[in-house]
């Protein structure tokens, strides 16, 4: 893909950023020269990626938290301004899967995949806008699922975890596109990650499945922040030949 590199000096939040798609997408921007700030639950794998960044000459900070805590939000927003002094773009990448019959699932199980998935996107959107608001400028991504646009047997809970992300990101493009704020959701198909796995998904079903690489989905990502100021992508599906 044939990215224009519109992004060097950007300041890139990236939440869920430890693995699959999130760890990819921060490779990708720091490749096209933007600053990373990451965060997700195990320090341990942002501390490696923050070091890779580094090592190929880039600049990356990370934060240590669970995405669905209002104060992870607060900590990794005031990280990306202390560190680099503004915030251009947010990425709401953090994420679970569970895959379950609606009487197999419980009330815990909802909660956990609301949490993770819309709580998360909604904690971090209402930090990060503020700033982008005061800057008249800035770019915040959901990365749904094609489970966001049409429901699946056995993923009911997940399904609308993801629809309420596509709700979300479509009312606050609506919403903030006066500020100068370019809003969008991603909708990716199967991706080859540890997404939902020994939650409805197994390591020999994701090795020999069609699904796409997380670098093919964090191209697409990338590619959507890298638009020229008076265009915006609103929503954008990426699914695999398979």
């Known amino acids: 893909m044939n990215i224009p590199s519109t992004l060097t000096g950007k300041v890139v939040l990236i939440t ?3 693995a699959g798609i999130g760890h990819a997408t921060a490779l990708a921007f720091a ?3 933007a600053h990373l700030v990451v965060t997700a639950r195990r320090a341990d794998r942002l501390e490696a990626l923050c070091a890779q960044i580094q090592a190929s000459g880039g600049k990356a900070a990370f934060h240590a938290g669970d995405a669905a805590e209002e104060t992870t939000a607060q900590q990794a927003v005031s990280l ?25 699932t419980s009330a815990a199980d909802y909660d956990a995949l609301m949490n993770a998935n819309m709580r998360s996107s909604f904690l971090f959107a209402r ?11 800035g770019i915040v991504q959901f990365i749904s699922s094609v489970a966001g646009l049409q429901g699946t047997a056995g993923e009911a809970v997940y399904c609308a975890t993801k629809f309420a992300q596509v709700g979300f990101a479509q009312a606050l493009d609506a919403e903030l596109r006066k500020h100068g ?12 990650t ?24 964090a191209d697409t990502i990338v590619y959507a922040c890298s638009q020229p100021p008076n265009t915006r992508i609103s929503q954008m599906t990426v699914r695999h030949m398979g």
Do not use: W
Not at 127 to 137: G, K, T
Not at 181 to 191: A, F, K, L, R, S
Not at 200 to 207: L, M
């Open 181 to 192: 704020i370019n809003v969008g959701v991603i909708c990716p198909g199967g991706t080859k």
């Open 127 to 137: 930090y990060a806008v503020p700033h982008m608001i005061a800057q008249r400028s």
């Open 31 to 33: 490749r096209q020269g």
């Open 16 to 18: 869920g950023a430890s």
């Open 194 to 217: 540890e997404f939902a796995l020994d939650k409805g998904r197994t390591e020999e079903y994701i090795r020999n499945s069609h699904m796409m690489r997380p670098e093919d989905v």
């Open 80 to 104: 990306s301004l202390e560190t680099f002094d503004k915030l251009d773009i947010l990425i709401n990448n953090a994420g679970a899967g569970n895959y379950k019959n609606l009487v197999d």
